[in-house]
């Protein structure tokens, strides 16, 4: 189960803190693989950790010892011809250029005071290392921002750069914005985390450090995505868990670090700091460290949720939250008291990356319609093709897909060709759009069936969901509601209702009714390892039926419900909304639902 938090209050603590997870740079701890080699793998172990380095040796105020290790190792990796020389980037290898970009922040916050660090011909050296970048080709997306940062922190210290380079790459950037705040990460399906901690992050350091730059619309665009933004933390200060590289954990809030380093924002001060604060006291409470350094997973050291391109330097991407600390001790910001943001509507219609973003006392959730992923990122289903994402519950990776007990059901329609025993969940996505009230989104199981399916919030606790399904051939489904940690038919029993089942373990409690009155509750047992939070088996109470073909479509609908805080004594909901489907007209608690695709 999640731990306590830690009180962190102050910067003092926060660089107590980061000095409790900063490695040695000369020592790799590394024991497992990535998509690049080895000598990269290096290179990103001594690299990541700069974000925070350089911000304290932009604010003046910090002790030596603690960047002493790495200057040295800067100044190692800048002498030619051994072993502890940085990597040349080159288009084969080009993830180099993601961590050299760091470097060029070093040149854009630090100037001097990073420069003074280095002889003559190290200077010289890097400047000749970082000026490489601008003759390899980038892929789409976020990747252009290391162009940038590279070339203005050379920009801005006299170094020769690429004008043609900076140019280019403001371009592109400006071709992937979609409104709103929002950008799309190359592909048009995936609106992730990369928005905030790449896109909006980027940019407002580029506001703040080089207010000559060639962006569009920075602080306008940062002050439109803002509010769809806040929805994304909870009063626990438990970030929304959605989407590809959820191991670097804080760098969530790196938005919001950025945010007030360049003192764009829309809501207070105190407002921002209470939502840094809030999610590092979070993870200053959980089970991340491994060896001594941020391990790969979420919620415990766990790869099965790794990405290929998840290094075991890699979860250090976190560190560029620090960039907090690039604000000196007697910077104002240090003096604000915190405030805490009061969200303006429990729903939150955000098109963006659209969701149905709700907020509550006990956890945040969102339904999800429109994104997946286009790449295949590993557990893509289950980062993206589930229907609800919420703060508290989190979510499960499938181990399998023989079986459905190995597969991810949680918030999932999971569809198998009967006899197979092999489950999917939704993937491809072909249409989608968003209301008030609904989402809706189309989508398909390879050529054997189309889904449409309707999801409707109703309050913090429950929601409904609507599907009809069109098959050529007979399938056998399941339809789960949220994990519930550490359930076990050995010590935990479900509750029975009509038509529907609750599980509850401590003060945790998920379940689901059918609306149509035609499938069989079940638990479904989830494997020890599968939830991101919590690495002990979880029950995922669940509906189950075998469908024959239909032209026509097949309706399914279903009440999904839980609380992850029941009060003392509690074992379920105490009072379940009133909810039937008549056609394409759902009541909820008298009130009448038109679910329309357009």
Not at 93 to 122: F, H, I, P, S, W
Not at 278 to 291: H, M, P, T, V
Not at 313 to 319: H, K, Q
Not at 422 to 449: C, N, P, T
Request: aromatic share 14%; proline share 5%; charged share 25%.
């Amino acid at each position: 189960m999640l731990k306590s938090c830690k009180d962190l209050k102050s910067r003092r603590d926060l660089v107590e803190w980061l000095s409790d997870m900063l490695p040695d740079p000369f020592l790799y701890k590394g024991s497992t693989g990535a998509a690049y080699d080895a000598g990269i793998r290096e290179f990103e172990y001594c690299s990541r950790p700069l974000w925070a380095i350089f911000s304290l040796i932009a604010s003046g105020d910090y002790e030596e010892e603690m960047a002493a290790p790495f200057i040295k190792r800067i100044k190692a990796g800048l002498k030619p011809g051994t072993p502890l020389t940085f990597p040349e980037p080159s288009t084969a290898r080009r993830q180099t250029a993601v961590e050299m970009a760091v470097y060029g922040y070093g040149l854009l916050c630090c100037k001097e005071r990073l420069l003074n660090y280095l002889d003559e011909e190290e200077r010289n050296r890097l400047a000749v290392w970082l000026n490489q970048v601008n003759e390899i080709e980038f892929p789409r997306g976020n990747w252009y921002f290391f162009l940038l940062i590279i070339n203005y922190g050379l920009k801005e210290n006299g170094f020769p750069y690429s004008r043609e380079n900076i140019d280019f790459a403001c371009r592109e950037i400006e071709s992937l914005y979609i409104g709103g705040g929002w950008y799309k990460d190359g592909h048009d399906c995936q609106r992730d985390y990369y928005i905030p901690f790449a896109f909006q992050f980027y940019s407002l350091l580029l506001d703040r450090y080089c207010p000559e730059h060639k962006l569009s619309g920075v602080r306008e665009r940062s002050l439109e995505f803002e509010p769809d933004f806040l929805y994304w933390l909870d009063s626990q200060g438990r970030s929304l868990p959605f989407g590809r590289s959820l191991t670097y954990r804080f760098a969530h809030v790196c938005y919001w670090c950025a945010c007030a380093v360049s003192g764009v924002h829309g809501i207070s001060t105190g407002e921002v700091k209470d939502m840094i604060f809030r999610n590092f006291n979070f993870w200053a409470g959980q089970d991340i460290l491994s060896e001594g350094m941020l391990s790969i997973g979420y919620g415990y050291p766990n790869l099965v949720l790794s990405e290929d391109y998840n290094a075991p330097g890699s979860p250090m991407w976190a560190f560029k939250a620090f960039v907090i600390l690039s604000l000196p001790q007697e910077h104002d910001f240090w003096k604000e008291d915190r405030k805490k943001v009061v969200l303006k509507e429990p729903i939150r219609e955000e098109r963006g990356p659209g969701f149905l973003a709700v907020a509550g006392k006990k956890h945040h959730y969102a339904l999800s319609v429109c994104q997946y992923s286009h790449a295949s990122i590993f557990q893509h289903m289950s980062k993206y093709g589930k229907f609800c994402y919420s703060t508290a519950f989190g979510f499960n990776c499938s181990r399998d897909v023989q079986g459905i007990s190995q597969f991810a059901v949680d918030n999932t329609l999971a569809l198998s060709v009967k006899g197979t025993g092999q489950f999917a969940g939704r993937g491809r996505i072909v249409e989608w759009d968003l209301f008030k009230e609904y989402g809706y989104s189309r989508w398909v199981y390879g050529e054997i069936a189309e889904i449409e399916s309707w999801l409707v919030p109703v309050d913090e606790q429950f929601h409904i969901r609507v599907h009809r399904i069109h098959t050529s051939l007979e399938l056998e489904t399941y339809e789960g509601a949220f994990p519930v940690f550490g359930w076990s038919p050995k010590f935990c029993s479900p509750v029975m209702e009509t038509d529907g089942i609750i599980l509850h373990r401590g003060h945790m409690s998920s379940g689901i009714w059918d609306l149509c009155h035609d499938r069989q509750p079940e638990v479904v047992l989830q494997g020890p390892n599968t939830n991101i939070y919590d690495c002990e088996r979880n029950g995922v109470p669940a509906l189950k039926r075998e469908i024959p073909p239909s032209e026509g479509g097949w309706i399914a609908a279903c009440l999904v419900y839980g609380d992850p805080e029941l009060d003392q004594g509690e074992t379920g909901p105490r009072q379940k909304p009133v909810a039937s489907l008549k056609g394409n007209c759902l009541m909820v608690n008298g009130k009448n639902i038109i679910l329309n695709k357009k």
